[in-house]
């Protein structure tokens, strides 16, 4: 497995969304919490990435973070996410008793730790055990789940004792950490948006290998400056809107509309008809209201709208 890919299995992580009824829909922020703690475990040689305990070390990690990011009625259970993270086709736990290895197949208590395990598998493994993709990962992990929150913990610069921090620099260089994370955040946008135009509902999708898309993932808030790839801070738009939204002539506002700057003149040509037109329409939402656009980020857009 490849950074890249390694990045696209954590953006793409299965953490459940809260139901409409509960008020503020969002995502369940227990896998990627758990996962933080896990990496936090394997810097200080508490666990490493064939052998994850389930210890109190890692329920203290996982609860400081829970603390910084909980919103509504979230609950502090990491056993659930220890249990759960085994449908993400990269981590395997196991309950040891008396000698057999079994896997685990309910939640884990208090009571058990010493007893269960957790491995990354699928290729994650060989990822995880390298310090500096680890990092790469936690940075990856809060910048999709928990952007402006400062859950990433300082660590210094370690290289794997076979490799030189040069070497390891090299790999970084190669694999493209941002080139991974960019990659990773249009797929999950496209995947949110079944590939439609927030704004004019094209959709044209190829059923090639490497499935064409004519649609972006735009950022809402730009990633430099605010390293946010949540999902509520994209938006899927076909190149034609997202050339117009990055040139600041539309812009969808907090009303969930779209807004079209006065430099734009219908009457001037058929193109700039098209774009007067969208004034006032609807944004084509997602279906989950947890990933609808987030309130910052419209009224950011809607403000550098050139007058
Ligand atoms: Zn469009």
Redesign the pocket.
Known sequence: MTLAEAISSLYALRTGTTPVEEGAPHERPHKPLLLLAVFDLMDDGLATAERVPWSQALRNRFAARFLQVRKHNDQNTPENPFRYLQNDGFWEAWIEEDGRTLPLQGTPLVGHMGTVFARFCGGLEEVVAVPEWRAVLRESLTARFFPGVNVVKEIPWRASAEETAEETAEKVAEEGPEFGRSAAFRRTILDIYDHQ?A????RIRLPVANQVSFIDAAHLLPWTGFRNDHPTNGVA??K??HWAMDREILAPGPDLRWHVSALVDGRRSNGEKELAELAGKSVLLPKDPAFHPHEAGLVWRVGRLVA
């Open positions: 135009c704004a004019c509902g094209l738009l076909c034609n809107h």
